[in-house]
């Protein structure tokens, strides 16, 4: 894990509200990632600044453990024209510790890395924290994938 300050910037996409309660999150999130990619989200996205795709977790009701929203989409230059059905965030300035999953994606080497960051002793401030999909992460069997937590 590594600490890294971070300046802020917008993302744009689709969204759904979900909770770690009764694991419901597993399946809303990949539920979402599906209409992602089969909706071809990616290409409806304006004023792209770039093909990576970022995961975004804010809205939090208090902690990890209850109810918080996911933002799949793309980091964009304005948020001018929001196309209907999707939803834009704030990625906060703030500090960031940056953790790496590596490996599989669709073999949960993502929700691996984030069990381990739940046991991690970290003072969160659960305003946005995100994973960064970017040219690393396109071959799904062999990915890199960043995740930043904002911490205090």
């Known amino acids: 894990m590594i600490k890294t300050n971070l300046e802020p910037f917008w993302v744009l ?10 694991n419901q999150f597993t399946k809303d999130i990949p539920a979402l990632w599906d209409t992602f990619f ?10 792209k600044l770039e093909d990576s795709i ?7 009701k208090s902690d990890h453990t209850e109810e918080y929203t996911m933002i799949l989409g793309c980091k964009v230059k304005n948020i001018e024209s929001i196309p209907k059905g999707m939803k834009s965030v704030e990625v ?10 590596k490996g599989d994606i ?9 069990v381990s960051i739940w046991d991690t002793d970290l003072d969160r401030t659960y305003t946005t ?6 040219e ?3 071959n799904p069997s062999d990915a890199e994938v960043d995740i930043f937590v904002a911490i205090s």
Request: glycine share 8%; proline share 2%; charged share 30%.
């Open 38 to 47: 089969s909706e071809g989200v990616l290409h409806k996205i304006p004023h």
């Open 54 to 60: 970022y995961a975004v977790y804010t809205d939090y």
């Open 13 to 22: 996409g689709i969204s759904v509200r979900t909770t770690k309660k009764d």
């Open 136 to 138: 690393e992460a396109q």
């Open 129 to 134: 924290d995100f994973e960064f999909y970017g």
């Open 92 to 101: 906060k300035k703030s500090t960031y510790t940056r953790f790496t999953a």
């Open 106 to 114: 669709n073999k949960g080497v993502i929700y691996d890395k984030w």
